[in-house]
C-alpha cells in the first residue's frame, strides 16, 4: 500500500507541474480545464486511500518554479555574461564565480586599470542585455571619508553616516538629513556641509574642480581618491564609456571591507513624455576596489589588490520577462535546428533513421513522436517553436533518394540529396 500511495503521489505532483505549466504559458483554456480534470481525479484517488494519506505540493522556500520560456530568458543572460567575462580573460571557479584574473602586481601596477576594465565589463554587459538606459555611478571611499572629515563628522560616526548617505538614491536631501542629526547624533552644521557635496555629480569637470576645492585639497585621503578618480576617468574615456559613467559623491554603499573606487549600476527610465531627466528604476550591478579584504584571510596578512562586481541577476531576470511580456515577442525554448517530418502514413520508421543520422552527425534535431502526423501539423509545430528547418521525408523522395528541406520562416523548398543532407543543414544553420 506504501508504493502504491507513493506512485500516486509521484504522479499527483507530475499532474500539478503540468497544470501550473499550462496555466503560466496561458494555453489553450479546454487542456487546460482537461488536464486539471486529471488532477482533481488523481487528489480524489489520494483521497479515499487507506491511511488518508495528504499530499501538500510546494516550492521549497528560498526557490521558484521556472517554465521554459524563463529558463530560456535565464541562459540568453547567464550567455552574454558569461561570454562577456571570459572575453575579459575571466576564469571560472566551482561556486560558481565569475572573476578576473590575477593581475601581476609584481613592478609597476596601476589599480585603476582593472577599474576601468570592470566598468568596462558591467558596460557590455548591460549593452548586450538591451534592458534599457542606464548609467554607471562611481566614487570613491578616500573621498567620502575625506569629505567626512573636513565636514567635522566624528571618525566613532563615519560608518554610520556613510549608511544614511547611501540612502540619497531612495530618499530625499531633507530625509537624510534628518536622519543624520535626529537618529545618529550628527550636528545641524555638520549634515549641511555635507550637502554641499553629496548632491554632486558629473564627469572630469567636477573632479577638477573638487581637486581646487580649499577645504577637499587639504584632505590626503580626499585628495589621493580623487587624483584617481581623474585617471579612472581618462581610461574610461580611452574604452570610450565615459558617457556612461557619472562620479556622483551620494553614491556610498554601506559595506566597510571597500577600500577605494565603488560604482552601482542603474537602469533609467523618463520621468513621463514632457521631461527629459531620466529617473532610475533600480539597482542591477554594483561592486568595487576591496584591497584589505582577502587579507583578513591570510596568515600573514598580505594585502591583495581586489576590484569585483556582482551583477543583479534576478532584477534583470524580472526586467528581461516583463519585456517579453509586453511586446509579446516568441521566445525559443529549444535549439533544434531541424525537424524531421513525414509527407505521408507509414514512415515512422524513415523518420527514425533519420533523425538518428542527425543526431549521430551533432545536428539538433526532433520529431513529433505521434506514429503518423498530418504534415500540416508537423509544419505548425515549427511555426509556433521557431525550428527554422523541416526536413521532409515522403514516397516519391524515398525513390529519389533525396529529402526535401524547408525553411520555415521563407516556405522554401528544395531536394536535397540524402548524402548531402547534413553538410546542407549544417551550412544553413552555419554549424562547423
Given amino acids: 500500500m506504501a508504493d502504491e500511495a507513493a506512485d500516486l ?9 503540468t497544470v501550473r505549466r499550462l496555466k503560466q504559458e496561458k494555453a489553450n483554456p479546454e487542456e487546460v480545464a482537461e488536464q486539471v480534470a486529471k488532477l482533481l481525479e488523481l487528489k480524489a484517488q489520494l483521497g479515499t486511500d487507506e491511511g488518508k494519506h495528504k499530499f501538500v505540493l510546494k516550492t521549497p522556500k528560498g526557490t521558484r518554479d521556472y517554465n521554459p520560456k524563463q529558463m530560456a530568458i535565464r541562459e540568453k543572460v547567464f550567455d552574454i555574461i558569461i561570454s562577456t567575462f571570459k572575453r575579459h580573460g575571466a576564469e571560472v571557479i566551482d561556486t560558481p564565480v565569475f572573476e578576473l584574473k590575477d593581475f601581476d602586481i609584481a613592478g609597476q601596477f596601476d589599480p585603476m586599470i582593472p577599474d576601468a576594465e570592470c566598468l568596462k565589463i558591467v558596460h557590455e554587459i548591460l549593452s548586450g542585455l538591451q534592458i534599457g538606459d542606464f548609467l554607471i555611478k562611481v566614487n570613491d571611499r578616500r573621498i567620502l571619508d575625506g569629505m567626512f572629515a573636513v565636514c567635522g563628522v566624528p ?13 540619497l538614491d531612495k530618499a530625499t536631501w531633507e530625509d537624510v538629513k534628518s536622519e543624520m542629526v535626529g537618529e545618529k547624533g550628527l550636528s545641524p552644521e555638520a549634515a549641511d556641509r555635507i550637502g554641499e557635496y553629496v548632491q554632486l555629480h558629473g564627469g572630469l569637470g567636477l573632479i577638477e574642480q573638487l581637486l581646487q576645492d580649499p577645504k577637499l585639497s587639504q584632505n590626503k585621503l580626499a585628495r589621493e581618491g580623487l587624483g584617481d578618480m581623474k585617471l579612472l576617468f581618462e581610461y574610461l574615456t580611452l574604452f570610450g564609456i565615459a558617457d556612461k559613467i557619472s562620479f556622483d559623491l551620494s553614491l556610498a554603499r554601506g559595506l566597510d571591507y571597500y577600500t577605494g573606487v565603488i560604482y552601482e549600476a542603474i537602469l533609467l527610465q523618463p520621468q513621463n ?20 579584504l582577502v587579507g583578513m584571510f591570510d596568515p600573514k596578512g598580505r594585502k ?5 562586481v556582482s551583477i543583479g541577476i534576478e532584477r534583470i531576470f524580472s526586467i528581461m520577462e516583463q519585456k517579453v511580456e509586453a511586446s509579446e515577442e516568441k521566445i525559443r525554448t529549444t535549439e533544434t535546428q531541424v525537424l524531421v517530418a513525414a509527407a505521408q502514413k507509414k514512415l515512422l520508421e524513415e523518420r527514425l533513421k533519420l533523425i538518428s543520422e ?3 552527425s551533432g545536428i539538433k534535431a526532433e520529431m513529433l513522436y505521434k506514429k503518423n502526423p498530418k504534415l ?3 509544419l505548425q509545430y515549427c511555426e509556433d517553436t521557431g525550428i527554422p ?4 521525408v515522403g514516397e516519391q523522395e524515398l525513390k529519389d533518394g533525396v529529402v526535401k528541406l524547408r525553411v520555415v520562416a521563407t516556405r522554401e523548398e528544395v531536394d536535397v540529396r540524402r548524402e548531402n543532407l547534413i553538410e546542407e543543414i549544417k551550412r544553413r544553420t552555419c554549424q562547423p
Fill in 358 to 360: 542527425l543526431w549521430d
Fill in 9 to 17: 503521489g509521484e504522479a499527483l505532483r507530475r499532474q500539478a507541474d
Fill in 304 to 308: 591583495v589588490p581586489c576590484v569585483g
Fill in 155 to 167: 571618525d566613532s560616526k563615519f560608518r554610520t553616516i556613510c549608511s544614511t548617505v547611501d540612502k
Fill in 376 to 378: 500540416l501539423n508537423q
Fill in 389 to 392: 528547418l523541416v526536413a521532409i
Fill in 273 to 292: 513624455a514632457h521631461k527629459e531627466e531620466p529617473v532610475s528604476v533600480g539597482s542591477v550591478a554594483g561592486g568595487g576596489r576591496y584591497d584589505g
